[in-house]
């Protein structure tokens, strides 16, 4: 496949602006290679979900479901869940560090699902924006599958949305997004072929189509294996026979698996048969993903054997040896919304079987995303728009297409509410392809200007204050004052002017902004909010983190309140000494803040040398010996009594710095460990890493004792004990 037009035009949005993108297109037409493209080039950090478990692997992703774990009830807009998002760590840091959500078949997500995945990305991210400030790339074409929708949940989502297409989500409507549609088709080069799918899709075949395509009817047609025939049906029902047919014709013993069902279970909802029959030989498809990536839904193979113990071996291609898999349990879920507007959960029944099903034919919209030489369409009695083309497109040579069936005017279906939409979506898409060059340029300022937001913090400061003075002014009148005083400065010293610098940001031009003598300008504002922010919340920040609070209200409201400011403050500080030390630029700038969030350590500012060359003994002494020095220095100041941060500022240094300074003498002996921890506690740490064990890491050791805790306390003890040299700062 060639870069045409398109393909570049979508490339540049998704890459150089923080716009959201639909790209969509004829089948065949590149989505999906445009999509592999992104997530090999793309600097953004991104995560690829889709509708189903299918079209998720298809995609290198995620089911949207699994990922964002959420309910498969409808969703209510403004509704919102019971319980806390009982998200891991490592996942909340995935969503708050996410640049870009990329959602694979778009077509069949509904409206509801875009809407909760707006809920919970704007819990984790930014609140006031529409997917917490997310960029989405949305694929996938509407004409092909649309969304599933119940009787009974299009009774209730009718009362909220126009229709369960993604296009009228409430969040996607406050989204500016775009349209790019690839044209260009690759997988079908017979143009008779081509110009059949085109009216298909359109929903306008002639009369000439329809006898061309049925020309390939053969209802009798019995393909030979090694042809690698798969049949596509419009219904459950009708794939369920040709399954039952195929498998009588296998010869050999018939294993039965009978569910075990506890509590409500309806029959409509068994997510395979109650009473499973396979035979060594059969086709099969997994039907749930495993945790371990083993197999997923979709995944096909053939039965190989069953155990003693009642558990299946099947035999995938691509798969080295043989997948073994017993009884999985699913969950029957009610859910309701209460008086106060939240979606309550209640288990009603399992069911628990081998989560495979005979897979000699498979329905349309399990196919969507594949291709295939050779199928056998049984599409005569087509029940939804656009699953006739779904299937056609599934082939790349009209020759490779037995049809079971006749294809008539009425199989094929449109949806009005869609062709509104794409009309509206081609003239917005050509405004928005000639505004690329502004909203490039957008992009760059935006994201310079968020280094020098520092709104997160102000308000977290002012509510930190709130609580001393409302619940620990009595207690703590000393540190009162100080949170007082930090809310007072940041306001004169960082707020105030930001401000006027953001303004003078906003009225450049991204040619400007880019001058060496303004990145200069850019590199100098970074080190004076540095500066100033840490001279505002070292001292406050580490002595409100000391203090014990009996009563847990206020406990708890002072723990979250300090673990985001802290948070909001070494991240800003952080970025802030990175570009005031090599300037800014896009990729630096997201990759340091990804960093930042995640906890990474920072990368060396310091430029390396563009060549090697060879050093004398001398000239090594010569390097080595500043650092020495640096190290006595500190060592002269801390036997004088000095404290850390008046080390620091004697030194100029970060507090950091001279810690890493401490460690270091204390594993040389030349200070004593108590003058970082106290005999007690190392005792406490000391135990913790014999238990644990250096080789798991300090975070792992870190995470045991709890925020009471310093990783400088653990690095003396290690260093302090022997257990390990001490590292060079």
């Known amino acids: 496949m060639t870069f045409n037009q398109e393909f570049n035009q979508a490339w540049d949005f998704v890459e150089h602006t923080g716009i959201s993108i639909f790209l969509t297109g004829k089948a065949g037409t590149g989505k999906t290679t445009f999509l592999k493209y992104v997530r090999e080039h793309s600097t953004k950090r991104m995560i690829v979900v889709a509708p189903s478990g299918v079209a998720a692997i298809n995609a290198g992703g995620v089911t949207i479901h699994s990922f964002f774990q959420l309910p498969l009830s409808p969703y209510v807009p403004g509704a919102r869940l019971q319980q806390r998002y009982d998200f891991s760590k490592d996942k909340r840091r995935i969503l708050q560090t996410l640049d870009m959500l990329v959602i694979d078949e778009i077509s069949m997500v509904r409206c509801d699902l875009l809407d909760e995945v707006d809920n919970v990305l704007r819990r984790f991210r930014r609140h006031n924006l529409p997917f917490g400030g997310v960029q989405l790339l949305m694929i996938g074409d509407l004409s092909q599958l649309s969304p599933v929708v119940t009787a009974e949940d299009e009774a209730i989502l009718g009362q909220y949305y126009k229709s369960p297409f993604f296009f009228d989500s409430d969040a996607l409507k406050r989204t500016p997004y775009v349209t790019i549609q690839l044209k260009q088709v690759y997988r079908q080069s017979d143009m008779n072929f081509l110009s059949i799918l085109n009216h298909i899709r359109d929903g306008k075949p002639t009369d000439a189509d329809l006898q061309l395509l049925n020309m390939r009817l053969n209802p009798g047609f019995r393909p030979d294996k090694k042809d690698g025939y798969i049949r596509l049906v419009t219904h459950n029902r009708m794939a369920d026979f040709e399954n039952r047919t195929e498998l009588n014709r296998l010869q050999g013993r018939l294993y039965t698996f009978d569910a075990v069902i506890e509590g409500d279970f309806p029959e409509m909802s068994y997510p395979t048969d109650s009473h499973l029959e396979l035979k060594v030989g059969a086709q099969v498809m997994f039907i749930r993903n495993d945790s371990e990536g083993t197999y997923y839904n979709g995944k096909i193979g053939i039965v190989h054997a069953v155990t003693d113990n009642g558990e299946v071996e099947v035999e995938c291609q691509g798969t080295a040896g043989f997948i073994t898999v017993g009884p999985q349990t699913w969950e029957n879920t009610k859910y309701k919304l209460n008086e106060k507007n939240e979606i309550e959960a209640d288990v009603q029944g399992t069911f628990a079987q081998i ?150 940001i906003a009225r450049m031009t991204v040619g400007q902004l880019k001058d060496e003598a303004f990145q200069q300008r850019v590199k100098d504002s970074a080190k004076y909010f540095a500066a100033h922010l840490h001279t505002i919340f070292d001292d406050v920040l580490r002595h409100s983190g000391e203090i014990s609070v009996k009563n847990q209200s206020v406990a708890k409201q002072l723990h979250n309140t300090l673990d985001a400011l802290k948070t909001n403050y070494n991240i800003a500080y952080r970025l802030l000494r990175r570009i005031g030390d090599v300037g800014f630029n896009l990729v630096t700038f997201q990759q340091e803040r990804a960093n930042a969030i995640l906890g990474k350590p920072e990368e060396q500012t310091k430029p390396k040398a563009k060549r090697k060359e060879a050093k004398t003994k001398s000239e090594n002494k010569e390097q080595k010996k500043p650092k020495e020095n640096t190290h006595e220095k500190t060592l002269l100041l801390a036997k004088q009594g000095m404290s850390v941060s008046q080390i620091a500022k004697e030194r100029n240094l970060a507090e950091s710095t001279i810690m890493d300074h401490l460690v270091y003498l204390i594993g040389e002996g030349k200070l004593p460990m108590e003058l970082l921890v106290s005999k007690e506690r190392a005792n406490i740490i000391s135990k913790e890493i014999d238990r644990i064990g250096l080789e798991n890491g300090m975070k792992t050791i870190k995470e045991s004792l709890g925020d009471d805790y310093s990783y400088e306390e653990i690095k003396a003890v290690i260093v302090g004990t022997g257990k390990r040299k001490s590292p060079e700062s």
């Open 355 to 504: 989560p495979l099903r005979l897979a000699w034919a498979i329905t349309i919209h399990k196919s969507q995303g594949l291709t295939f030489d050779h199928a056998i369409i049984d599409a005569g009695r087509s029940f939804t728009t656009g699953q006739v083309y779904v299937a056609l497109s599934r082939c790349r040579t009209l020759e490779g297409i037995v049809l079971a069936t006749p294809i008539t005017h009425n199989a094929i279906q449109t949806d009005h509410r869609v062709d509104q939409y794409i009309d509206h979506q081609e003239e917005a898409a050509q405004r928005s392809i000639e505004d690329l060059p502004r909203l490039k340029e957008n992009y760059y300022k935006q994201e310079l200007m968020s280094l020098f937001d520092f709104m997160p913090i102000q308000q977290q400061e002012d509510q930190m204050m709130r609580i001393f003075i409302g619940s620990l002014g009595k207690t703590y009148p000393t540190l009162t004052y100080m949170h007082k005083q930090a809310v007072d400065t940041m306001q004169k010293e960082i707020m105030a002017v930001a401000q006027k610098w953001l303004q003078v």
